[in-house]
T-cell receptor, first 113, second 114 residues
């Protein structure tokens, strides 16, 4: 049972380069999320998608775009990477039950030089 | 708006000792509260959650937490620490409505001394 799968797991970029982080879930969940994790700051929500066809900004959306490609997939794009975007990125999903549990991928470690 | 404060970014206990990780929250609506654990180089996994049922919540691996509305707290405890408990622990809050936009605390790194 794969759960939430993120690719790539590691990436090094130069300032100004672009890249897309991919996320897919196989649990038939409606909602998907992108968080970033930085030391001493916990996890902060970048964007989320409550259901297929909708996306909304979270706490720290600047410099990012997202696409909810279908119910399974939710991608995060950095159009012009900056060193401040060096972080570990986590994708998560949640189901219809509204109990609040998020299921997380294993993370993507991004370094911007 | 909702927020979470975890008291202590690092906690160190001896194997077999009590584990106490502190979490205080702020919420304008009745909160849903969660504790997640993150082992090195892994994603987060749910330890336990409070969703307005019993105030004492039991989770996996012998952990439990008590919701205290008067103190706006949701502290995590385990009677006897094990070496395998070494990890980072995150407290989180949500409104429980619609998409589960969890707000996380800063995290507490738990170290177990032999």
């Amino acid at each position: 049972n794969a759960g939430v799968t993120q690719t790539p797991k590691f990436q090094v970029l130069k300032t100004g380069q672009s890249m897309t982080l991919q996320c897919a879930q196989d649990m038939n969940h409606n909602s998907m999320y992108w968080y970033r994790q930085d030391p001493g700051m916990g996890l902060r929500l970048i964007y989320y998608s409550a259901s297929e066809g909708t996306t909304d900004k979270g706490e720290v959306p600047n410099g990012y775009n997202v696409s909810r490609l279908n119910k399974r997939e939710f991608s995060l794009r950095l159009e012009s990477a900056a060193p401040s975007q060096t972080s570990v990125y986590f994708c998560a999903s949640s189901g219809q039950s509204n109990t609040g549990e998020l299921f997380f991928g294993e993370g993507s470690r991004l370094t911007v030089l | 708006a909702q927020s979470v404060t975890q008291l202590g970014s690092h906690v160190s206990v001896s194997e077999g000792a009590l584990v106490l990780l502190r979490c205080n929250y702020s919420s304008s609506v009745p909160p849903y509260l969660f504790w997640y654990v993150q082992y090195p180089n892994q994603g987060l996994q749910l330890l336990l959650k409070y969703t307005s049922a019993a105030t004492l919540v039991k989770g996996i691996n012998g952990f439990e937490a008590e919701f205290k509305k008067s103190e706006t707290s949701f502290h995590l405890t385990k009677p006897s620490a094990h070496m395998s408990d070494a990890a980072e622990y995150f407290c989180a809050v949500s409104s429980g409505q619609g998409a589960q936009k969890l707000v996380f605390g800063q995290g507490t790194r738990l170290t177990i001394n032999p």
